[in-house]
């Protein structure tokens, strides 16, 4: 087994269980990626595949509040899927050297809307919600979209946005947010993945992909509970710090 092997396996396992806890796996698994040596285009699609097995895990974590809110759930199903898919397309279709030039400023900002999570949380326990249908469809569209493209720091703006369209508790807003990105982020896959089937150009790399959805499949499983007991304010400022260093690394190369 390779060096690049363990990392990804690692990397897949404790980027799913920030995403429990905090918010914010990509900026671990993405920066394991290019470490890997898969470029910055590859490295995002890749890791967008590879976590979705501890997305799975999270939803199955919260069948039962999910079923209590049927109505909600269901009114960001178009939207994410729609967005989830034209944020793929775009990433593909603007290409790597674009996608090269603008990951940074995507990398300092995600870092920045981790590390606001508190923020977002306190505004998520004193909105009022509900808001009107068209509201919440743009607004779960973009944020889709960007999931879809990027999607580093995509569940923070998630758990903000059930927070604010919808006014309910802290516990059912994260798993509607959890919902919301899973679909996201499965739609973005799959676009990724027929696009690949049917043009191959590498941006998806399935021996980086395989180790790296392995480690988040064991991540969602157990490692939630343990990354729950651990300091979400630890969690939260070491992904951004990685984010960021990552960031500096790439301007300054």
């Known amino acids: 087994m390779s060096r690049s ?35 910055p285009l590859a490295a995002n699609a890749t890791s967008t595949v590879g976590l979705l097995t501890g997305y799975f895990a999270s939803v199955a974590g919260y069948r039962e509040d999910m079923t ?21 397309f ?24 981790l590390i606001a999570q508190p923020l977002v949380a306190k505004l998520v326990k004193t909105s009022e ?6 509201t919440v469809f743009f607004a779960v569209l973009a944020i889709a979209l960007y999931a879809g493209y990027f999607g580093a720091g995509v569940g923070i703006l998630f758990l903000g946005a059930m927070g604010l369209l919808y006014g309910k508790d802290l516990g059912q807003v994260n ?21 690949e089937l049917l043009h191959p150009t590498g941006a998806l790399v399935w021996r980086a ?4 959805a392995i480690g988040a499949l064991f991540g969602g499983v157990t490692a939630v509970t343990i990354a729950r007991r651990l300091s979400p ?7 951004a710090l990685v984010g960021v260093a990552i960031a500096i ?5």
């Open 5 to 39: 092997t363990v990392l990804l396996f690692f990397a897949g396992l404790i980027a799913s269980s920030v995403n429990a806890a905090a918010g914010g796996g990509t900026l671990l698994s993405f920066p394991a990626l290019l470490a890997a040596g898969l470029s």
């Open 68 to 88: 209590k809110l049927r109505g909600e759930v269901g009114a960001t199903v178009v939207p994410s899927i729609l967005g989830g898919a034209a944020g793929a």
């Open 90 to 113: 775009l990433l593909l279709k603007l290409g790597s050297e674009f996608f090269s030039h603008i990951v940074p400023w995507l990398l300092i900002g995600s870092s920045l809307i």
């Open 129 to 134: 919600g509900v808001r009107s249908k068209p």
């Open 175 to 195: 798993a509607i947010k959890v919902f919301v990105a899973m679909l996201a982020n499965v739609i973005a896959a799959a676009t990724f993945v027929g696009l």
């Open 209 to 212: 992909a395989l180790p790296l």
């Open 233 to 239: 304010a630890v969690l939260r400022g070491f992904a």
């Open 249 to 253: 690394d790439i301007i300054v190369r």
